[in-house]
């Protein structure tokens, strides 16, 4: 078998993060992404871990649907994407809603982290969010 070369698997790499979300969902994703990386910045565990400079980086894979949350209808989204620190890179998993539609501002539900040293056994370390009620996990929300 002939090897491919590292240009060619690097243009598929690119070829995979340009078409791993769908057009439609490229506001709700960035938006997503932009809350993920404030939570990853301010956990003290994955800036010890990444160091800093922590970007949300390319996103390997989403899911999308709809659902009935807190009464109301909405469009929700996970995504796995990459990390990018100072010191190492680590994996993402994001979970988060926008109203149905996707008219209004995203909220971020649910963050975890895996291929860390200070995750073992496989596991994924679960990032803590402030409650929706505090409005700091919403897109565009103030600090």
Excluded at 20 to 30: A, G
Excluded at 47 to 73: P, Q
Aim: charged residues 15%; negative net charge.
């Amino acid at each position: 078998l002939k090897r491919t070369p590292l240009p060619v698997m690097l243009a598929g790499g690119l070829l995979l993060f340009a078409t791993s979300v769908s057009p439609s969902q490229k506001n709700f994703t960035n938006q997503l992404l932009a809350l993920a990386e404030e939570a990853l910045r301010t956990d003290p565990t994955v800036v010890m871990e990444l160091g800093t400079g922590i970007e949300a980086g390319g996103v390997y894979a989403s899911s999308s649907g709809t659902a009935v949350y807190a009464g109301n209808t909405v469009d929700q989204l996970i995504l796995q994407f990459q990390i990018n620190g100072g010191n190492a890179w680590a994996q993402g998993v994001a979970y988060g809603i926008v109203p149905s539609g996707q008219q209004g501002e995203a909220t971020l539900l649910n963050l975890e982290v895996a291929n860390m040293d200070a995750v073992l056994n496989g596991q994924s370390f679960q990032i803590p969010l402030k409650q929706i009620s505090d409005d700091t996990n919403k897109a565009g929300a103030d600090d």
